[in-house]
Every structure is written in structure tokens, then in C-alpha cells.
Nanobody
């Protein structure tokens, strides 16, 4: 059975940084696209933040995080990362890791394996 486990969330002041990690026990990690999504407090939908191709060669970001967030993966460690810099209160959300076969999309509906999320809170 495949699991997705996120970690690294927390409380940080505006302008600070956090690094999220995601592991996928039971998954052949380097065969799959990986994505980060977030759901703001009271938000109805999970919004795509970033995704990375299976070999790490292609990355995509939503406009609001470009230049601040960096997605990466270490296939040898079966681990996905999201380095988040220059955080602002609008980044406050539950962050989810998800995986899919095929191409990289920033739409949550394309992903079928999800973690439980890790909370990121940015104070002003």
C-alpha cells in the first residue's frame, strides 16, 4: 500500500523560510510526478503550488511562488522537497504532497495519491 507523508511545516515569521519534505513508502518514487498543493484556511479547493517531473528535469510553479519557492527531489532517497523562502502571511495553508503517473500538472484533480498535509503558518 502506498503512503504519502509530509513533514516540515510550522510557524514562521514573515520573511522567513521553511523546507517541506515528502516521502512515499511503498511507491517506486522515481517513476512518478510529484506535486505540492495547498489549501488556505476556509479554502474550498487545493491549489497547485509546484510540480516536478519523475526525473526532476522539469519543474512548474504557480505564479505567486515563482522566485520564492523551489521544488526538488532526491530519487535516491525517495524524497520530495519544497524550499520556501520569503514567506508571507498569504502562504499560510495546509500543504499537501501528491503523486501521479504521467505528466506534471498543477491541478489537484489530476492526482490520485495524497498525504495528510503539513500546516504552514506565517505570522505578520
Amino acid at each position: 500500500q502506498v503512503h504519502v507523508v509530509e513533514s516540515g511545516g510550522g510557524l514562521v515569521q514573515a520573511g522567513g523560510s521553511l523546507r517541506l519534505s515528502c516521502t512515499t513508502p511503498g511507491l517506486t518514487f522515481d517513476d512518478y510526478v510529484m506535486g505540492w498543493f495547498r489549501q488556505a484556511p476556509g479554502g474550498k479547493q487545493r491549489a497547485g503550488v509546484s510540480c516536478i517531473s519523475a526525473n526532476g528535469g522539469n519543474t512548474y510553479y504557480t505564479r505567486s511562488v515563482k522566485g520564492r519557492f523551489t521544488i526538488s527531489r532526491d530519487n535516491a532517497k525517495s524524497t520530495l522537497y519544497l524550499q520556501m523562502n520569503s514567506l508571507n502571511p498569504e502562504d499560510t495553508a495546509m500543504y499537501y504532497c501528491a503523486t501521479r503517473a504521467g505528466d506534471c500538472y498543477l491541478a489537484a484533480s489530476w492526482y490520485n495519491i495524497w498525504g495528510q498535509g503539513t500546516q504552514v503558518t506565517v505570522s505578520s
